[in-house]
């Protein structure tokens, strides 16, 4: 029987924290020593992307080989530089959760050699210096950049703050302001930035790795440059103040908040206690049930790409794709594609439809251009791969044809069989089902084999899932072509077996059933969505499908009451959309919309809330918001289960991503079945027990993998 936990070891892998792949143990890691004159030249290697390792004895080697070069008397400087494509990703995640010695041993490398170093040491830096690859940069005494290098310090984004001097030692160097700026968000800056602010010395004009030995003979008679010498400068007490006042109280992560005390340590404390103080912090963020969650967000996005089974090559390179269907997913889908400069046909046979399609398109494009986020040139050449047509055979040459129509069996088997005669033998016909049978859609074709689910989430061009949904003759070469186009248009794909709701709408079901049975029972709509956003749920329930139109989940619901007539809903939804309330897009759902967006209680709502429970004879009791909370993620977590156990999903973690991605489920938490690990199977189990023993207990039989794990 499958296992749930996700990870075993809760996130901590041998991998650097930019997220790339762990350090490949067939290829160790080296030192390299040679002399240009009076330069010592250290070259490390650790592939694939030089991870500053411990455990691998990356620190260890650099620490000798540079402690050899400053004894050495021939040497007057020394360069440290690394091989491959990039500088170094960072400090390896697997040292975290060791002894403390091993990250004490990352310290004393940059305080107690480098930076303490009498002779002068450069950082010859090229592709990434992310992370402790960059707090090891800064503890050299000056820095050379090759044009294009990124710098970053993104540890915010695991729940976790720089904890090699990097707290300390940026805003010596740039300034509070900006230290703080690049430090909370995570987000790189490329070399020429990084020189105007400070943070480097030089960018090459030609070869770095010359440039920075031409350099290090020059600086022999200079001597080194401390950060540590000097103190942030200016006040910087308003940055401070600022960067307080703007964090997020509903935040799981305690990271931000320690990150800003250890700046302000840094501008009013002895430079070692400020050391003290960064040790300290990052050492009570390790175990943070935020970190752990973000740790494991962070490798399930890269595991959920790796489909199980034989390595199979993609079924053809994907460089044109034609969208069917000019409605808001069609749209959407469109523009996403566009935005990873791809060739795109857009078929709708409406012409008042396709022309709102196209001019939705270019608008959409034009903001980016109006934010500066796009440039002019950028836009037109993205307008310009735009075809737009209204009949189906502008489809004929495209690589991926990807069906977007109304979520209509009968609707979509009729496009199918028009597929099935227009598109080239070599194209994937892909369909954006989202509950839909993908096996009967494929039937209606003569290459089953050639047809995927692509399943995006609206607005389809700013939603990071892809749920990739294999049929029984899905060809293992189709999945991996499709899995490797969503990386190309920057999704998150995660491969689904086809059956109801797939694994997303599948779970997404039980937890807005618990949400309803819970406006029967006692809550409101703005109490159930409050609870679960402080809790942490990017938007609530009600929420969500006042987002996405009542209308829609109104469809699923009448199909299911025939083909599901065992698990009823509360019918609170349906009443609803008898009144017209579709949720934002006619101005009220289970909220109004005054201005479209912004939701308020309505006491209309409120009063038909009641008058259903007392036409079902219910006394309405106070429900705990913890009870929503558990109730509805519960739910969330056995279906979850299930859906593992099914093989719908290869892994538990799939299931995490799938949330996580496509559902607003907290980062921080990891997912359902993170979460679910993190509670204890066994504690879950009897608290679904518990619910069944209540009302509509039936929606409460633990899944037979639950029990199963201890």
């Avoid at 105007?196 to 020059?218: H, M, P, Q, S, Y």
């Avoid at 196209?358 to 109006?370: G, N, S, W």
């Avoid at 044809?401 to 088997?413: H, L, Q, T």
């Avoid at 027990?689 to 993998?705: H, K, Q, T």
Wanted: proline fraction near 6%; glycine fraction near 10%.
């Amino acid at each position: 029987m499958a296992a749930l936990i996700p990870f075993n070891d809760g996130g901590r892998r041998q991998a650097e924290t930019n997220g790339m792949n762990p350090p490949d143990p067939d290829r160790p890691a080296s030192i390299d020593c040679t002399h240009v004159g009076p330069v010592a030249v250290i070259t490390f290697s650790h592939p694939p992307v030089n991870a500053l390792s411990v455990g691998a004895g990356v620190i260890d080697a650099l620490a000798d080989s540079i402690g050899a070069a400053i004894a050495d008397p021939a040497v007057g400087a020394l360069v440290v530089m690394a091989a491959g494509d990039l500088f170094s990703a960072g400090a390896d995640i697997a040292d975290f959760g060791a002894s403390a010695n091993k990250l004490d041993r990352m310290r004393a490398l940059t305080s107690d050699l480098i930076e303490a170093a009498h002779k002068p040491i450069v950082m010859a830096l090229h592709g990434m210096a992310l992370g402790g690859g960059l707090e090891f940069a800064l503890s050299g005494h000056y820095r050379i950049c090759a044009p294009g290098t990124k710098l970053g310090l993104p540890e915010v984004t695991l729940g976790l703050l720089p904890g090699a001097g990097g707290t300390q030692r940026l805003p010596r160097l740039i300034g509070v302001e900006a230290a703080l700026q690049m430090m909370l968000s995570g987000t790189p800056l490329d070399a020429s930035k990084a020189l105007a602010l400070g943070l480097i010395d030089r960018v090459a004009t030609g070869d770095f790795r010359a440039e920075a030995a031409a350099w290090a003979k020059e600086l022999v008679a200079a001597g080194p440059k401390r950060a540590c010498d000097r103190l942030p400068a200016g006040d910087p007490a308003p940055a401070i103040d600022q960067a307080r006042r703007g964090l997020d109280a509903r935040s799981l992560s305690q990271a931000p908040a320690f990150i800003i005390d250890c700046v302000e340590a840094a501008c009013t404390r002895p430079f070692a206690e400020g050391l003290a103080l960064e040790k300290r912090l990052f050492e009570s963020l390790i175990d943070s049930e935020a970190s752990l969650g973000l740790r494991h967000v962070f490798f399930g996005r890269r595991e959920v790409a790796r489909i199980p089974g034989p390595k199979t090559s993609a079924a053809g390179v994907i460089h044109s794709v034609a969208v069917i269907g000019g409605g808001l997913m069609g749209t959407g889908i469109a523009i996403a594609l566009l935005n990873s400069e791809l060739k795109v046909t857009l078929i709708e046979p409406r012409a008042e439809a396709l022309d709102k399609a196209v001019a939705t398109i270019r608008k959409t494009i034009q903001r980016d251009v109006d934010k500066g986020r796009l440039s002019a040139a950028a836009a037109a050449h993205r307008i310009d791969s735009l075809f737009p047509s209204a009949t189906l055979e502008a489809c004929a040459a495209a690589d991926l044809i990807i069906e977007a129509v109304y979520e209509s069996m009968d609707v979509k088997r009729q496009v199918f069989v028009e597929l099935d005669r227009i598109a080239s033998p070599a194209a994937i016909l892909a369909s954006n089902t989202s509950t839909l049978d993908l096996d009967v859609i494929a039937a209606c074709t003569r290459r089953p084999e050639r047809v995927v689910g692509l399943h995006f989430f609206s607005p389809a061009n700013i939603m990071k899932l892809l749920e990739i949904v294999r049929g029984r003759r899905t060809d293992p070469g189709v999945l991996a072509a499709s899995m490797a186009f969503s990386k190309a248009i920057g999704k998150v794909g995660v491969v689904s077996g086809a059956c109801d709701g797939f694994i997303g709408n599948r779970m997404f079901e039980e937890y807005l059933r618990q949400a309803y049975f819970l406006l029967e029972e006692g809550a409101l709509p703005a109490q159930i969505d409050g609870a679960l956003e402080n809790w942490g749920m990017a938007m609530g329930p009600l929420k969500v499908m006042d987002l996405a139109g009542q209308d829609i989940g109104w469809s699923i619901r009448k199909r299911r009451a025939i083909e599901q007539p065992g698990r009823p809903y509360s019918t609170i939804p349906d009443q609803l959309c008898e009144m017209g309330r579709f949720g934002q897009k006619t101005g009220a759902g289970f909220y109004l919309y005054p201005d479209g967006r912004t939701a308020r209680e309505d006491p209309q709502i409120s009063a038909l809330i009641l008058a259903h429970s007392a036409k079902l004879g219910i006394t309405r009791r106070a429900v705990a918001d913890a009870q929503i909370v558990d109730r509805c993620v519960l739910a969330l977590v056995n279906e979850g289960a299930r859906i593992v156990e099914e093989g719908i999903a290869y892994r538990a973690v799939d299931v995490d991503m799938v949330s996580v991605f496509g559902y607003g489920f907290p980062a921080a938490r990891g997912g359902p079945m993170f979460y679910a690990a993190r509670m204890g199977f066994a504690n879950v189990v009897r608290r679904i027990e518990e619910f069944a023993a209540g009302r509509n207990g039936w929606a409460w039989v633990p899944a037979a993998l639950l029990r199963s794990n201890p």
